[in-house]
Structures are given as structure tokens and as C-alpha cells.
């Protein structure tokens, strides 16, 4: 899980995922496996948090795409993310309460969490919702 927009990192943009493994060693050999010098890995074993911060992220992606979408404004986007990850915080203190706190710093945190709100699927599925009030289905033929 990480900051990465598919089409940057086809283009070979610098990016960075973080991977969950509680076994080090295989930790180690998935980063070897892909790791390049265009997309660095980063190792935690924290891998239900992970797996749960790539979902949570996209329902604030949606919330900071309709804030966009009505026009709000980026002081209003911020204050989405911002409330948006208190919750993601809040989530996985609730229901992982052994995570590592600074995990949410990693890519698979706030680094995604931003990534997804400027530039992801959700946030721009969001805005042509409110711009189009065409419903969701529609909307992801059109983007697929």
C-alpha cells in the first residue's frame, strides 16, 4: 500500500509502497523481489493495519472529492483530511490496539491518504458525481 497513482508508476515516477509482513526474512525477500530505483519499499509488521488504511483512505478520498466536486475549497479539502485520518487513528487504536503508532506516517498512511485525495479514483469519482449527478455506476464505466 502506498502513495502511488498507476499511471505515475507506469510512468516511472518515484514512489514508495509499504509492505506487511510479520516475518522479517520474507519481508526482506518481497522488497528485493520488487523494489527498483523508482519504487522503494518499506517493510512493517503492521499488515492488517495496512490492508485496513488502503480501504479507510478511499471513503475520505470520496468525502475530500465531494467537498471539491461543491466547491469548497482547499481550506475545507484540508479539514476533510485531517478529520479523515483522526478517524483512520481512531480505527485501528479501536481494533488493532498492538499497531505501531507510526505506522500512519509510512506510505501506506498520510502519504497515500494525500496522494488519494488529490489525484485518486474515489476523490475524482466524487467530483463528477456532484458535477454530473450521474450515479456511480455509470461513472466507473466511464473511468474504467
Same mark, same amino acid.
Given at each position: 500500500?502506498?502513495?502511488?497513482?498507476?499511471? @505515475?508508476?507506469?510512468?516511472?515516477? %518515484?514512489? @514508495?509502497?509499504?509492505?506487511?509482513? !510479520? #516475518?522479517?526474512?520474507?519481508?526482506? *525477500?518481497?522488497?528485493?523481489?520488487?523494489?527498483?530505483?523508482?519504487? !522503494?519499499?518499506?517493510?512493517?509488521?503492521?499488515?492488517?493495519?495496512?490492508?485496513?488504511?488502503?480501504?479507510?483512505? #478511499?471513503?475520505?478520498? *470520496?468525502?475530500?472529492? &465531494?467537498?471539491?466536486?461543491?466547491?469548497?475549497?482547499?481550506?475545507?479539502?484540508?479539514?476533510?483530511? !485531517?478529520?479523515? *485520518?483522526? @478517524?483512520?487513528?481512531? &480505527?485501528?487504536?479501536? &481494533? &488493532?490496539?498492538?499497531?505501531?503508532?507510526?505506522? %500512519? *506516517?509510512?506510505?501506506?498512511?498520510?502519504?497515500?491518504?494525500?496522494?488519494?485525495?488529490?489525484?485518486?479514483?474515489?476523490?475524482?469519482?466524487?467530483?463528477? %458525481?456532484?458535477?454530473?449527478?450521474?450515479?456511480?455506476?455509470?461513472? @466507473?464505466?466511464?473511468?474504467?
Amino acid at each position: 500500500m502506498g502513495a502511488n497513482i498507476a499511471c @505515475e508508476v507506469a510512468e516511472g515516477t %518515484f514512489c @514508495e509502497a509499504t509492505v506487511g509482513s !510479520r #516475518n522479517y526474512e520474507h519481508g526482506q *525477500l518481497v522488497k528485493s523481489l520488487i523494489q527498483t530505483n523508482e519504487l !522503494r519499499i518499506i517493510i512493517k509488521p503492521d499488515k492488517e493495519v495496512i490492508e485496513v488504511l488502503g480501504a479507510l483512505e #478511499n471513503i475520505v478520498a *470520496l468525502a475530500a472529492g &465531494f467537498s471539491d466536486g461543491l466547491g469548497y475549497g482547499n481550506n475545507t479539502k484540508a479539514a476533510v483530511i !485531517r478529520l479523515g *485520518l483522526k @478517524e483512520m487513528v481512531k &480505527f485501528c487504536e479501536e &481494533f &488493532f490496539p498492538a499497531h505501531h503508532p507510526e505506522i %500512519f *506516517l509510512k506510505s501506506c498512511g498520510v502519504a497515500d491518504l494525500v496522494t488519494t485525495c488529490y489525484g485518486g479514483h474515489d476523490c475524482k469519482a466524487a467530483v463528477a %458525481f456532484v458535477k454530473t449527478g450521474k450515479d456511480i455506476k455509470t461513472l @466507473e464505466k466511464i473511468n474504467a
